[in-house]
């Protein structure tokens, strides 16, 4: 294992540090934000993704991912303090904004930084292993601070929570700063805003392949969105207080480690587990009792596992210079369906109660698998038994001249 690899691990449970994840929607009530103010904050975040998750990727594609990664953690930082210091939604937003910046500067950035590090040593076909077990650190870093959070919150009030947070993102920018510019990473910064993001949509219509896995992200990394977003509502209305809370949390980010685990054990054959995400999704928000935990986790399980192969896939036929933007233009894709999509769920659980919103959500799950249905799941064959490299999609290289 080289030293990026190493260093990447412990940056990404150093970022799942969050102990004021658990107990944020508690803290916003405390400073007399309802659900519908939850939405808007939820809002702002999807808006700074939708605006500025592209550039972001391009960004990392452009520029040297390290300097990337280092302004992630900057960002985080700075939203812990200033969100542990606000006592009204409007500072608070200025926070969920710079959370937002921080999203978008590690969405794709992390993955093609582990992906072309690997490259570099030839072991480009261990990808999905190896981001697997990082994201699982960082799942266990969000599992970790949830508990901790909790008891942090319980003890020394909501605040506490958020500076406690700072103090790990001062670390994690201190071990972003210390790593190295893999050779693989073809520099992309002559290249145009507008051409890099076309040549990146251009590649996922490259094949028919790609096409549903592009579709499969953007339809599962949307519910799985609103998943995380709103838990703790789900939590409050099955009954459970702060602590408790944390807990449920940490079993959530558990289940989510031990799909991106098994996944890799698996191979493309996880794909085929496609269907039972979105069911176990819709059971989940139909049921109103402690039997909702158990499709609720199963769906974590199942989102990890599925999506970890999918993006390996993608990751196998995108080339160096738009690897970060692919993946930034398929998140894009999806929380421009998120923000009408929370707008709703915020007045839904406003004006009625948050299962009732999680259908809404379900919805476009149900439709989407669907559509799998009908022509993804001819497509997704054709994946089962790839392994890294054996299909190309066509490189477009000459479209970012």
Request: aromatic fraction near 12%; glycine fraction near 6%; charge should be positive.
């Amino acid at each position: 294992m080289t030293s990026n690899i190493r260093k990447l691990y412990v940056l990404n449970f150093l970022c799942g540090l969050v102990f004021w994840y658990p107990i944020e929607k508690l803290f916003l009530e405390s400073i007399g934000v309802g659900p519908f103010g939850i939405s808007i904050n939820a809002i702002v975040f999807l808006t700074v993704m939708v605006a500025f998750d592209v550039p972001a990727g391009v960004l990392a594609d452009g520029w040297k991912r390290k300097h990337v990664l280092v302004l992630a953690c900057l960002s985080l930082l700075l939203a812990s303090l200033i969100a542990g210091s606000s006592h009204s939604l409007p500072i608070y937003l200025v926070a969920t904004a710079l959370v937002g910046g921080y999203m978008v500067l590690t969405s794709g950035t992390s993955q093609a930084m582990m992906y072309d590090s690997l490259k570099d040593s030839g072991n480009e076909k261990a990808y999905d292993k190896h981001q697997g077990r990082a994201f699982a650190l960082y799942l266990a870093g969000f599992g970790l601070s949830s508990i901790i959070g909790g008891y942090i919150a319980h003890g020394f009030g909501y605040r506490a929570s958020y500076f406690v947070t700072a103090a790990a993102m001062v670390l994690a920018l201190l071990v972003a700063a210390t790593l190295v510019e893999p050779q693989t990473h073809k520099v992309a910064a002559d290249h145009k805003l507008r051409a890099h993001v076309s040549a990146s949509v251009r590649q996922v219509f490259a094949s028919r392949l790609l096409l549903q896995l592009s579709l499969l992200i953007v339809a599962a990394t949307t519910l799985r969105s609103s998943q995380n977003e709103y838990a703790p509502l789900l939590f409050l209305a099955l009954g459970l207080s702060a602590v408790p809370i944390g807990y449920a949390t940490v079993a959530k980010w558990l289940t989510s480690s031990l799909g991106q685990i098994a996944a890799p054990r698996l191979g493309r054959r996880t794909l085929k587990l496609t269907p039972l995400f979105f069911v176990a999704f819709a059971l989940f928000s139909l049921i109103r009792n402690d039997w909702s935990f158990v499709f609720f986790y199963a769906a974590s399980f199942l989102f990890s596992a599925i999506t970890n192969q999918a993006e390996a896939a993608v990751q196998d036929v995108t080339p160096s210079e738009l690897r970060a933007t692919m993946l930034s233009v398929l998140n894009f894709s999806g929380n421009i369906l998120l923000i009408p999509l929370s707008l709703l769920f915020g007045w839904i659980a406003q004006h009625s109660n948050v299962f009732n919103g999680y259908r809404m959500i379900a919805i476009v799950g149900v439709l989407y698998l669907a559509a799998w249905f009908i022509s993804g799941r001819k497509s997704f064959h054709a994946a089962y038994n790839i392994t890294p490299h054996h299909a190309q999609a066509p490189s477009i290289d000459a479209e970012l001249v």
